[in-house]
């Protein structure tokens, strides 16, 4: 049988956190329920963030009760705090993600703290999370480089997933959120968080500004991980990277996977379909040619 590569589709909150126009919150459910057609098992819609930091996704609560629910697929939710992770709760998200930083400068300009800080606001949320029964997965932004201080030492990367999973984190999505990386520096980055991090716990989140985002993927499999995060339509990038394009393509990551003789339960022509009508959605409100 083959083996099974997660795509953790998070284009509904990594790709339209940073389109210029608000989505319609009926659009985004439409997406979504696209996206449990097409098969993904693992799905991030949105986030439970101040909405004047992004307010492209200040209807968090409203897609998620508008959304029809299919049975095995997780619905999951960024929650950066104790008031995100109550709302999220409140709107029955089955997973939720805490999201630090390798870089100082970028944890301030992402989340107005430092990583100290960002620890101290974590582990409340972890406690009510597990109270509450909803796993826990940890991002690691700027795992190659930072948009305000350049390239980020693998050790730097290593010691904050490290506390991830020391706080409970049970997986570790690392980022390369300007999507600076080539294989050689994933590589590099990879051998020093393997050192602390076992492999199954480990996810690829990377944006495909260097168009190097499939060559990042391609080495993390040889590596060894199981699980990759994608954008549908390679939508989207970070309000506080300037300059981050989107996301890997969820179409090509699925692509390369199967073409590597993985499974990934991806129905290939819904998948088409799902990004024929968000890039519709999102190019009839930019003036942009889908
Ligand atoms: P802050 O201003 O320091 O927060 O922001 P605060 O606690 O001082 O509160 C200020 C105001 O925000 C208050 O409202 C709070 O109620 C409200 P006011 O009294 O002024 O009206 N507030 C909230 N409202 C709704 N939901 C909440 C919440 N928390 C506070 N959860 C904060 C700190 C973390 C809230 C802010 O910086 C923030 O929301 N940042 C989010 C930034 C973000 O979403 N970035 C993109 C996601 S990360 C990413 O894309 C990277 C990733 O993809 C991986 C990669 O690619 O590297 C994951
Ligand atoms: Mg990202």
């Not at 097409?38 to 439970?48: C, L, M, N």
């Not at 129905?267 to 799902?274: I, N, P, Q, T, V």
Request: aromatic share 6%.
């Amino acid at each position: 049988m083959a083996e099974f590569v997660t795509v953790y589709e998070v284009g509904p909150r990594d790709g339209l956190q940073n389109e210029k126009e608000i989505i319609p919150v009926e659009d985004k459910i439409a997406l979504v329920d696209r996206l449990s057609e097409a098969g993904f098992r693992k799905i991030e819609v949105t986030s439970f963030v101040s909405p004047k930091w992004v307010p492209q996704l200040a209807d968090a609560a409203e897609v998620l009760a508008g959304i029809s629910r299919r049975s095995g697929v997780v619905y999951s939710a960024l929650t950066p705090n104790l008031k995100g992770l109550e709302a999220a709760l409140a709107a029955k998200v089955d997973e939720v993600a805490i999201f630090a930083s390798a870089s100082e400068t970028f944890s301030r300009r992402n989340i107005n703290c430092s990583i100290a800080e960002s620890f101290e606001r974590f582990a409340p949320v972890m406690e009510a999370a597990k109270t509450a029964g909803v796993p826990v997965r940890g991002y690691v932004s700027c795992v190659v480089a930072c948009p305000y201080e350049g390239p980020v030492a693998p050790e730097a990367v290593r010691l904050v997933a490290e506390r991830l999973i020391m706080l409970g984190c049970h997986e570790i999505s690392l980022g390369d959120t300007i999507g600076a990386g080539v294989p050689e520096t994933i590589s590099a980055m990879l051998d020093e968080v393997l050192r602390s991090v076992p492999v199954v716990k480990l996810a690829g989140h990377f944006h495909d500004t260097g168009n190097r985002a499939l060559a990042n993927v391609e080495i993390a499999l040889d590596y060894g991980l199981r699980t990759f995060d994608s954008a549908v339509g390679g939508l989207g990038g970070c309000p506080y990277a300037p300059g981050a394009k989107g996301n890997v393509a969820t179409g090509p990551l699925v692509e390369l996977l199967e073409g590597r003789g993985f499974e990934t339960g991806i129905d290939a022509e819904k998948l088409k379909r799902a990004e024929a009508f968000i890039k519709g959605r999102v190019g009839r409100l930019s003036g942009r040619n889908a």
